[in-house]
């Protein structure tokens, strides 16, 4: 499975951005897929996930209510919209496939392919 993260770029506090996550190679459509951030000098964090069906959401408390997670099976596309983006939320985005169908893992070991990231960055 090859993933690609695209869309990131450079955002005012308040702003918001939709980053894409576009998988290739094996299944997509059958796996929940996660979303992680890493700040320059922090470790890679949670940030959301999504059941293979989109039918369940997931997401950590410093994003929920702002961020929302979807996909579309259909373009081997998962998404993360972004809104009310704040300069805390400045990192490296990664999107990355967990290797079960329901269960939305928080862990980043837990998942199996990752993206190459997109830089987000939010100016205040």
């Known amino acids: 499975v090859q993933l690609q993260a695209s869309g990131g770029g450079l955002v005012q506090a308040g702003g918001s951005l939709r980053l894409s996550c576009a998988a290739s190679?094996?299944?997509?459509?059958?796996?929940?897929m996660g979303w992680f951030r890493q700040a320059p000098g922090k470790e890679r964090e949670f940030v959301a996930a999504?059941?293979?069906?989109?039918?369940?959401?997931r997401y950590s408390d410093s994003v929920k209510g702002r961020f929302t997670v979807s996909r579309d099976n259909a373009k081997n596309t998962v998404y993360l919209q972004m809104s009310s983006l704040k300069p805390e939320d400045t990192a490296v985005y990664y999107c990355?496939?967990?290797?079960?169908?329901?269960?939305?893992?928080?862990?980043?070991?837990?998942?199996?392919?990752w993206g190459q990231g997109t830089l987000v960055t939010v100016s205040s």
């Open positions: 990355a496939r967990a290797p079960t169908t329901t269960t939305m893992y928080s862990k980043s070991f837990e998942y199996d392919y």
């Open positions: 190679g094996r299944t997509f459509s059958g796996y929940a």
């Open positions: 999504i059941r293979w069906d989109g039918g369940t959401t």
